[in-house]
């Protein structure tokens, strides 16, 4: 699964998907806007809300639930990158949040 950065997800996600799996508690914290939530342990019970056509960026506190999800994504046949250093970098940088 590749890691890209917090520069190229938010360069790419007006047009890929933005999947957030941190938990609910996680989320007061902030979310990437137009992101798409589904914590990690409902992803299997929720894969119809992702567009199979649309590359999907996995995110998640730090990157490494969102490494996992995007391994598992590429394996149900989805394209799916993981974005390094979480929500905890894309913060730090000052990036939009919701």
Known sequence: MPEISITDTERRRATDQILDVREDFEITEGMIPGAIHIPMGE????LEELDRNRPV???CRSGNRSARVADALTG???TADTMGGGMI?????GLPVT
């Open 43 to 46: 992803l299997g019970a929720r």
């Open 57 to 59: 960026i996995v995110i």
């Open 76 to 78: 149900a046949g989805y």
């Open 89 to 93: 970098a894309w913060q730090r940088a």
